[in-house]
């Protein structure tokens, strides 16, 4: 039983990467992050990484993502702190979906800003 338990454990930590993973390649497809005229016009920091970076930097964070949710759904705690962490975790995979739509699409730097200061504010979602 033990080692169905297991591979139940296991399937449910690929479904939420493949997840994860599916959201922010659909975003980035929908925010054509790669051909952004407007992007390369942006005036950035001299501490700004280069460009090759951010492809594989996203596909970590949203595979961190994934791992946190699989954490969260093999977590033993009470089924209300399972919800509350659910809510917390969808609402920030929410806003990381939209972020790069309205960033790259309607040139929204404002509502990155936004997004990053409520995201900074929910910190405390891997307490359940």
């Known amino acids: 039983m033990e080692s169905n ?4 454990s296991v399937w449910k930590f690929i479904f939420t990467i493949i997840l994860c993973e599916s959201v ?11 051909n952004n005229v407007w992007f390369d016009t942006v005036q950035k ?6 460009a090759y970076l951010f492809g594989p930097v996203w596909t970590i964070l949203y595979l961190l993502m994934g791992i946190s949710l699989g954490i ?6 009470t089924e209300q702190n399972k919800r509350n962490a659910y809510l917390i975790f969808a609402t920030q995979l929410f ?5 790069s739509i309205f960033f790259f699409n ?9 997004r990053y200061y409520f995201n900074g ?8």
């Not at 920091?45 to 280069?50: D, E, F």
């Open 106 to 114: 309607f040139h929204s730097t404002s509502i990155g800003i936004n």
């Open 45 to 50: 920091p001299t501490w700004n990484p280069p």
């Open 5 to 8: 338990q297991k591979l139940s």
């Open 24 to 34: 922010g390649i659909i975003s980035g497809l929908l925010a054509s992050a790669n």
């Open 121 to 128: 504010n929910n910190h405390h979602a891997h307490h359940f």
């Open 95 to 99: 806003l990381n979906f939209w972020w």
């Open 72 to 77: 969260i759904w093999n977590n033993k705690a």
